[in-house]
Nanobody, 123 residues
Framework: VQLQASGGGLVQPGGSLRLTCTVS????????LGWFRQAPGKEREFVAT????????FHVDSVKGRFTIARDNAKNTAYLQMNMLRPQDTAVYYC?????????????????WGQGTQVTVSS
């Protein structure tokens, strides 16, 4: 079982990045998926989540209108499109999978975690 997050990097404020979470070892058809992030010196926090069918999502207020979570079950993959990035979005971003039908904001609901990808927003 492996979740591989990729797509992070250094971007200027106002820029965009698209994170990808590639899942192997199980089918994402039966899992809600989520993105979390951890900034230096801070606890990990919830960012966005999507139900297993992909027709319901939830984003934390600080990213609403800027970030969009999506998934492609045929590719066993989740995405986080991040636009209008801000310096405070700088963090390591983690993807996670929860054996749930509906989405969840709760970290302990997630069964599997990826290793994280660094996103740095700086001029």
């Amino acid at each position: 079982v492996q979740l591989q997050a990729s797509g992070g990097g250094l971007v200027q404020p106002g820029g965009s990045l698209r994170l990808t979470c590639t899942v192997s070892g199980f089918s994402t058809d039966y899992y809600a998926l989520g993105w979390f992030r951890q900034a230096p010196g801070k606890e990990r926090e919830f960012v966005a989540t999507i139900n297993r069918n992909g027709d319901s999502t939830f984003h934390v207020d600080s990213v609403k209108g800027r970030f969009t979570i999506a998934r492609d079950n045929a590719k066993n993959t989740a995405y986080l499109q991040m636009n209008m990035l801000r310096p405070q979005d700088t963090a390591v971003y983690y993807c996670a999978a929860a054996r749930l039908t509906h989405w969840s904001r709760v970290e302990r609901a997630y069964d599997y975690w990826g290793q994280g990808t660094q996103v740095t927003v700086s001029s």
